[in-house]
């Protein structure tokens, strides 16, 4: 980017946050804290099927409902409940699947925050919990932000906590233990009056029970911690009236895995009320250290790696996710704005995996190609 004098960029004089928001889904832009100044209720729904060549697998069918509300001058609060009904069949082991092993399920999930705003902070306090027939999940959270005097930064400093009890059906465990507590530290900076920055560091501590109860040979470390950054620029396009959304995010973990993500957005004023947003992501990770690949004992047989012993308590995973691979997702979002209270979108998500994508090859062998499909519509009304 092209050095320039930075200024101070305020509502009244910036073009930027003027065009911005214009824009559905722009990142959140440096402010001084105020709670809302109306009430918004949201409903989104969203589908998700996954497959492999000829076999449908998980299918999942996802409402859930929203509200932010103003509380006096200084508050506001905000609740979610979600219900998700899942069905299909997952791979026992690499990317076999018993005809046998057809699942139904569902999940509640519920989110409750509370905002008290300063000057120029606020600090938000949330908890949240689901639960399935299998599995338990509580939470807590809490973020704080802070803004500078002339508004064109914002420190971010969050932490979160979850306790998770684990109960599969098949009784491999009973009331398995996992805890899980992240941390983040953001900055998101007005660089000029077309260009916003965002900078985030976070880390994952975990401990308790990580294997899949439903998989074959599958036995994890009984802890992880995980790392990793993040970068975003947003460049507002005055000529075209669009906004360039890129970024970058780097992961890695305990377990072995590294992961680098590309995303590219193009989001098109076509309309006053109308915008619509390609997008491109890159993936490509490497395997965890206990992943092995579908090379299977000659005595055994699948899913037994080489030289399988029952009994020792070897660290190893068959799991199609902990291998190397590459990702590519394809995106197209349609944001409608209705009148000054009311708008609706509809994005659709393409997602391909491939061992041979993975960046400078290397992939894990033997895998069946992965895909999913993601449609999500959304609701937005303000009173």
Request: neutral net charge; charged residues 20%.
């Amino acid at each position: 980017m092209v050095a320039t004098e930075k200024k101070s960029v305020t509502p009244a004089g910036s073009s930027l946050l003027a065009a911005a928001l214009l824009l559905p889904g722009l990142m959140h832009l440096a402010q001084a804290e105020s709670p809302p100044e109306q009430s918004e209720l949201s409903f989104k729904f969203l589908s998700y099927q996954d497959s492999q060549p000829g076999l449908e697998r998980i299918k999942v069918s996802s409402p859930s409902l929203g509200l932010v509300t103003r509380l006096g001058d200084h508050w506001s609060v905000s609740a979610q409940a979600t219900h998700d009904a899942i069905s299909g069949a997952s791979p026992r082991y690499h990317s076999a699947i018993s005809s046998a092993s057809q699942m139904h399920d569902e999940r509640n999930a519920y989110e409750l925050g509370a905002t008290r705003y300063f000057e120029r902070a606020s600090l938000s306090l949330g908890v949240n919990g689901s639960k399935e027939h299998d599995y338990r999940s509580q939470g807590l959270s809490l973020e704080g932000k802070l803004a500078s005097e002339d508004n064109n930064s914002t420190w971010s400093l969050a932490i979160s906590h979850s306790d998770d009890t684990i109960n599969p059906v098949n009784l491999v465990v009973v009331d398995a233990k996992k805890r899980t507590t992240s941390w983040m530290l953001g900055l998101t900076q007005v660089w000029t009056s077309r260009d916003v920055l965002q900078l985030n560091l976070g880390y994952t501590t975990g401990s308790g029970y990580f294997s899949d109860p439903y998989k074959i040979v599958d036995n994890r470390p009984d802890s992880r911690d995980q790392r990793t950054l993040y970068l975003a620029w947003n460049h507002y396009v005055d000529a075209a009236q669009a906004a360039l959304r890129t970024s970058y995010r780097y992961y890695n973990d305990s377990w072995g895995i590294k992961a680098h993500t590309l995303n590219l957005e193009w989001a098109q004023k076509l309309a006053p009320a109308l915008s619509l947003t390609p997008s491109l992501r890159y993936t490509t990770q490497s395997a965890a250290s206990f992943y092995y690949n579908p090379t299977y004992d000659p005595v055994l047989g699948a899913p037994f790696p080489v030289g399988y012993s029952f009994g020792n308590g070897q660290i190893l995973s068959p799991d199609q996710r902990l291998s190397a691979f590459g990702a590519i997702t394809l995106g197209l979002k349609a944001d409608w704005q209705f009148n000054k209270d009311m708008s609706f979108n509809l994005a659709l998500d393409r997602y391909q995996q491939r061992a041979s994508w993975r960046f400078g090859g290397g992939g894990s062998p033997g895998l069946a190609d992965f895909n999913a499909l993601m449609i999500q519509t959304g609701l937005d009304w303000k009173f």
